[in-house]
């Protein structure tokens, strides 16, 4: 299909976005990305091991006025970069769930200690994945005759230590935050919604990566199936008896610094340069589901 960008019949998007989901997915299925390369495997028995299983997809207006309350500070922050500031003639909002494969996941389920082996596997390995993914998407649109861009990869995508106003006085200090946001991203454009731990629940649960692409592609777009921000978190609590250092609470979320902390000393000293955690990902109600209310 080569058609460029330009209008079409709402069933020939549906069909050319099918097109799209299925053919990223074959990408991960063959993709020799997808396993524990040969030349650092963290624990035996993980080579070649499979990292991500079928990815899940939602589509979001670059138009959608939510995108814009992303500026907010209770929200991303001002420094938030909305779709058309990265592609000024963006249509669609590519957002898609990387679930971990059950190897991955199993690994990681014991509350004590440290991150497994195959668990950091998944979240640099992974992660390398899901970018190929990335790429792989823009590619086949351009072939296509559209233009896309991935935020995370782009050079203008940058981390921001403090939010400052516009007069330069700090709004917040040590944010973590940066000037696009894929968790927030995937919120609007439909794929699901946070939890306790900050990472968000897809249908696919919440124990995996998160990519996505603008571009100026006209695809089906994905009504959201939900309103409020944490409407697939049941607040069970299971995430902040999983977490290591005590950074998540029912009454108070999660507390990023003292979780920064803990990844830092993973990386100094678990199996460097790998480093994660996931103890609040693995072995909970939404690890790989949208969890039931009580």
């Known amino acids: ?33 997808n396993a524990v390369p040969a030349n650092s495997v963290l624990q035996t028995g993980l080579d070649g091991a ?12 670059a138009s959608d006025p939510l995108f814009e309350v992303q500026k907010q500070p209770q929200a991303v922050g001002p420094q938030f970069m909305a779709p058309m500031e990265w592609l000024p003639e963006a249509l669609s909002v590519i957002s898609f769930f990387a679930p971990f ?17 195959a668990w950091l596997h998944g979240r640099i390995d992974g992660q390398r994945v899901v970018f190929a993914a990335c790429e792989f998407i823009v590619d086949w649109l351009k072939q296509r ?55 968000i629940i897809t249908e696919k649960g919440i124990s995996g990566r998160v ?11 994905t009504k959201r199936p939900y309103e409020g921000l944490y409407d697939y978190c049941n607040r069970c609590g299971a995430c902040a008896k999983h977490c290591p250092v005590n950074a998540i609470s029912v009454e108070g979320g999660k507390q990023q610094i ?25 072995g909970v109600p939404c690890e790989s589901r949208i969890p039931a209310r009580d």
């Open 258 to 282: 003292p979780c920064w902390v803990f990844l830092e000393q993973t990386k100094r000293t678990v199996a460097p340069p790998y480093f994660g955690c996931g103890k609040c990902q693995a």
């Open 145 to 199: 005759g559209f233009k896309a861009v991935v935020p995370s990869l782009d050079p203008r995508f940058k981390a921001v230590d403090d939010i400052r106003d516009e007069e330069g006085q700090i709004i917040l200090e040590k944010s973590f935050r940066s000037n696009w946001s894929e968790r927030h991203v995937a919120y609007v454009c439909g794929l699901g919604t946070f939890a306790l731990s900050r990472g």
């Open 50 to 61: 499979r990292l991500i299983d079928d990815c899940v997809f939602a589509f979001g207006d």
């Open 211 to 221: 990519g996505t692409i603008v571009t100026n592609a006209p695809l089906a777009f």
């Open 101 to 117: 494969s059950e190897t991955v996941k199993a690994s990681n389920r014991e509350i004590d200690g440290f991150p497994s082996g």
């Open 1 to 33: 299909m080569c058609c460029g960008p330009m209008r079409l019949s709402d069933a020939i998007r549906s069909v050319f976005t099918e097109e799209l989901m299925d053919a990223v997915n074959e990408f991960v299925r063959t993709s020799p990305l």
